[in-house]
């Protein structure tokens, strides 16, 4: 069975850092693009990383870049979403997501979804 399960989600301080984990069953990471999206009470799904299953390019949205980091761990069958200068504004669900193909900021692009872990930014 093809799963992927996100875990790490949390409450964190304004300016702090958080990393959440992609841990995938049944198939094997590396051979998919990995996206990670959130989404805020009220608001549309917004995707915010992406790393590829070719060559291990990322891709990051304008309101995370410099922030957030996407990265693999093959041995691990796992993708982390390391977050660091944590807003209020970043308050939200996170998923992760897989793709066959290339990288895509767009959730419809996405196959599989995990169940998701909150992410809140609150002092």
């Known amino acids: 069975q093809v799963q992927v399960v996100e875990s790490g989600g949390g409450l964190v301080q304004p300016g702090g850092s958080l990393r959440v984990s992609c841990a995938a069953s049944?198939?094997?990471?590396?051979?998919?693009?990995i996206g990670w999206f959130r989404q805020a009470p009220g608001k549309e799904r917004e995707g915010l990383a992406c790393i590829s299953n070719s060559d291990g390019s990322t891709y990051y949205a304008d309101s995370v870049k410099g922030r957030f980091t996407i990265s693999r761990d093959n041995a691990k069958n796992t993708v982390y979403l390391q977050m660091n200068s944590l807003k209020p504004e970043d308050t939200a669900v996170y998923y992760c997501a897989t793709a066959i193909g290339s990288c895509s900021l767009r959730s419809s692009w996405f196959d599989y979804w995990g169940q998701g872990t909150q992410v809140t930014v609150s002092s």
């Open positions: 049944g198939f094997t990471l590396e051979s998919y693009a």
